[in-house]
């Protein structure tokens, strides 16, 4: 399985959770009345970002993107006799 990397070079802005999540009696349900965490911001670059969030008086944490390890990988390995799984 290959995954894809469509939209990995934005910055996201998240909110933080402001209220706790609880349970729906009824339903069991997990809901919020803080509506903030449904909203994500894409930005081109981290200065945008930044900027937004700076401008509306946002505390922000940046977090770096993780490097992406490459295996070279070929599709008969899938098929060998003294793999490890």
Do not use: H
């Amino acid at each position: 399985m290959q995954s894809g990397r469509a939209r990995t070079r934005d910055w996201v802005v998240r909110f933080e959770p402001k209220a706790a999540r609880r349970i729906d009696p009824l339903m069991g349900w997990t809901s919020s009345s803080d509506t903030d965490q449904q909203v994500t911001m894409r930005f081109p670059t981290r200065e945008a970002a930044v900027a937004y969030c700076e401008r509306r008086g946002i505390s922000y944490q940046v977090l770096e993107p993780r490097r992406r390890k490459f295996r070279t990988k070929s599709y008969a390995d899938n098929f060998r006799y003294d793999a490890v799984r």
